[in-house]
T-cell receptor, first 114, second 114 residues
Framework: DADVTQTPRNRITKTGKRIMLECSQT?????MYWYRQDPGLGLRLIYY???????NKGEISDGYSVSRQAQAKFSLSLESAIPNQTALYFC?????????????FGPGTRLTVL | QKEVEQNSGPLSVPEGAIASLNCTYS??????FFWYRQYSGKSPELIMF????GDKEDGRFTAQLNKASQYVSLLIRDSQPSDSATYLC??????????????FGKGTLLTVNP
């Protein structure tokens, strides 16, 4: 089945460490997104990419960077992790060929920064 | 600032009842509207989308859209305990950069009691 995968699924790290979260998809979608989810705050967009050469900041990009290595791969980096980046992180994809922009989500990465 | 507002809940209904979930949005030019279901610790999964005024039915689920009132709702008939989850309303913006991005509400927690 075409799918969206995220690695790692769980990560515990310390303040100041560099962390990379990876997302891969076999759906053939051009558009990819990174969200974080915090209790009571819903899903908030960090970065999005509409193709390999296109990277855009979302509403909460400070402290994060991304790399779109290929159509199928979109990585999120925390250059120097801090405790308030503890959250559940989701990658999502969508197909530009659809008019409604349905997004498909990966299983999530639970990140804890101590 | 585009906003999507949902009652945070929790909403508690008995098994077999109708659950009604509501969402309002601020961007009058929004094009399409989604309801995602998210079980605790899991990723959001799409259950309904709607882009025309009126009702759209899919099994036990009915989405209702009123663009004049900037209001979208989800009705779940014959609620089952397995429907217990957080329901996220998401709105796709109008053209010009905000298109193809979704803005999510904070979600409504639904509990269906046996």
């Amino acid at each position: 089945d075409a799918d969206v995968t995220q690695t790692p699924r769980n990560r515990i790290t310390k303040t100041g460490k560099r962390i990379m979260l990876e997302c891969s998809q076999t759906k053939g979608h051009d558009r990819m997104y990174w969200y974080r989810q915090d209790p009571g705050l819903g899903l908030r967009l960090i970065y999005y990419s509409f193709d390999v050469k296109d990277i855009n900041k979302g509403e909460i990009s400070d402290g994060y960077s991304v790399s779109r290595q290929a159509q199928a791969k979109f990585s999120l980096s925390l250059e120097s992790a801090i405790p308030n980046q503890t959250a559940l992180y989701f990658c999502a994809t969508s197909d530009p060929g659809t008019t409604n922009n349905e997004q498909f989500f990966g299983p999530g990465t639970r990140l804890t920064v101590l | 600032q585009k906003e999507v507002e949902q009652n945070s809940g929790p909403l508690s209904v008995p098994e077999g009842a109708i659950a009604s979930l509501n969402c309002t949005y601020s961007d009058r030019g929004s094009q399409s509207f989604f309801w995602y279901r998210q079980y605790s610790g899991k990723s959001p999964e799409l259950i309904m989308f709607i882009y025309s005024n009126g009702d759209k039915e899919d099994g036990r689920f009915t989405a209702q859209l009123n663009k004049a009132s900037q209001y979208v709702s989800l009705l779940i008939r014959d609620s089952q305990p397995s429907d217990s989850a957080t329901y996220l309303c998401a709105v796709n913006g109008r053209s010009g950069g905000s298109n193809y991005k979704l803005t999510f509400g904070k979600g409504t927690l639904l509990t269906v009691n046996p």
